[in-house]
């Protein structure tokens, strides 16, 4: 069965610092990898997926993680953060092999923003 | 508007009696799931749907029933809730669970 990681439980970083999020997950072959992000209040919104082909992969909000098969990490980054980047954020992985019919997902990481 | 809907958003309910959270969504995904998000746990699946008719355990189904008897539609349902089901509870649906869209969420209470 598959498994992820955040090692991270809250991280705090300035306004216009960059951001990185670690995200290690456990599986036999090469996963399906997601990011997920949950606003105060509000349900989870895809950041940005990885299935195939290239490492790095761009999402929305001008956010992007790399595929590390060396290290089995799907670490999420973001040059410059914004105070509404501020929310709780969940590394997914999904079961290819298994007809990926469910996503585990990781303990999350909160984010604070100070100015 | 392309949505999953959640009812009721709040509810807060006494160990035993029976309840419904019901889900909705108007963007004829065949795959839908509810998960349940606790403290330091994150999201656990409880039960999910490929398509009517057909609904498979998640990671924590006990305690829980669903049902799919439409397209649309993937109610929670909890027989005889006790205070460990306390928790916030969200839907999604997906064409697949490859990218999958989640409702607001319904934070349930259990005394």
């Known amino acids: 069965a598959q498994s992820v990681t955040q090692p991270d439980i809250h991280i705090t970083v300035s306004e216009g610092a960059s951001l990185e999020l670690r995200c290690n997950y456990s599986?036999?072959?090469?996963?399906?990898l997601f990011w997920y992000v949950q606003s105060p209040g509000q349900g989870l919104q895809l950041l940005l997926k990885?299935?195939?082909?290239?490492?790095l992969v761009q999402g929305i909000k001008g956010f992007e993680a790399e595929f590390k098969r060396s290290q089995s990490s799907f670490n999420l980054r973001k040059p410059s953060v914004h105070w509404s980047d501020a929310a709780e954020y969940f590394c997914?992985?999904?079961?290819?092999?298994?007809?990926?019919?469910?996503?585990?997902f990781g303990t999350g990481t909160r984010l604070t923003i100070i100015p | 508007e392309a949505q999953v809907t959640q009812n009721p958003r709040y509810l807060i309910t006494v160990t035993g009696k029976k309840l419904t959270v019901t889900c909705s969504q108007n963007m004829n995904h065949e795959y839908m799931s509810w998960y349940r998000q606790d403290p330091g746990l994150g999201l656990r699946q409880i039960y999910y749907?490929?398509?009517?008719?057909?609904?498979d355990k998640g990671d924590v189904p006990e305690g829980y029933k669903v049902s799919r008897k439409e397209k649309r539609n993937f109610p929670l349902i909890l027989e005889s809730p006790s205070p460990n089901q306390t928790s916030l509870y969200f839907c999604a649906s997906g064409t697949s669970p490859d990218e999958q869209f989640f409702g607001p969420g319904t934070r349930l209470t259990v005394l």
């Open positions: 997914a992985v999904g079961a290819p092999n298994f007809g990926n019919e469910k996503l585990t």
């Open positions: 990885y299935f195939s082909g290239d490492t």
């Open positions: 599986y036999g072959a090469t996963p399906y």
């Open positions: 749907s490929m398509n009517v008719e057909v609904t």
